[in-house]
């Protein structure tokens, strides 16, 4: 089946320990994203990425860092210097380069990572 | 930036009744509005779409409308059914490298 996967469903990290989540994705997309939910907020772009080697910092891009050096795999750093990490945290892909008004932009997501802090 | 506001937080209906959700953004350079459905350990997936040029869209049981002079768009869902329980979320876009998301809104359809 086509998809998206992110692993590990659960994380817990411990204090000045940088984590990363993983994001996989077999539809071919070219475009890929990571957004933060808190409770109560609506999600929040962190990084997305066009296109393989390219990303582009989103509203709230500090204390995570990103790569994109295939296709199909889009992995998100938590860094030590995110002083609030614990959240739930989803990866998105489309077809077309994200937010151009084109008919392809619609957004398929993974199942999240729920982040807690020891 | 684009700001996106949703109404109600929470909306509980009876089986076969009706549910409406609202939304208004800021930014009248946001020409594109999504629906995404949140189920329980999962992640949003999309529902409905509308964009600037149109004023309604349906798909079965689903709807939103637009207006883009008081800059607010709802999502109607007619004879709701338990599996329709979950979190909704409207954003709309600038089209200027985001998709402005509003805060949710959790449907509970009681039986």
């Known amino acids: 089946d086509g998809g998206i996967t992110q692993s590990p469903k659960y994380l817990f990290r411990k204090e000045g320990q940088n984590v990363t989540l993983s994001c996989e994705q077999n539809?071919?997309?070219?475009?890929m994203y990571w957004y933060r939910q808190d409770p109560g907020q609506g999600l929040r772009l962190i990084y997305y990425?066009?296109?393989?080697?390219?990303?582009q910092k989103g509203d709230i891009a500090e204390g995570y860092s990103v790569s994109r050096e295939k296709k199909e795999s889009f992995p998100l750093t938590v860094t030590s210097a995110q002083k609030n990490p614990t959240a739930f945290y989803l990866c998105a892909s489309s077809i077309d380069p994200p937010f151009r008004g084109s008919t392809n932009e619609k957004l398929f997501f993974g199942s999240g990572t729920q982040l807690s802090v020891l | 930036g684009e700001n996106v506001e949703q109404h109600p937080s929470t909306l509980s209906v009876q089986e076969g009744d009706s549910a409406v959700i609202k939304c208004t953004y800021s930014d009248s350079a946001s020409n594109y509005f999504p629906w995404y459905k949140q189920e329980l350990g999962k992640g949003p997936q999309l529902i409905i779409d509308?964009?600037?040029?149109?004023g309604e869209k349906k798909d079965q049981r689903i709807a939103v409308t637009l207006n883009k002079t008081a800059k607010h768009f709802s999502l109607h869902i007619t004879e709701t059914q338990p599996e329709d329980s979950a979190v909704y979320f409207c954003a709309a876009s600038p089209g200027a490298n985001n998709l402005f998301f509003g805060t949710g809104t959790r449907l509970t359809v009681i039986p």
């Open positions: 539809l071919n997309h070219d475009a």
């Open positions: 990425s066009q296109i393989v080697n390219d990303f």
């Open positions: 509308i964009r600037s040029n149109v």
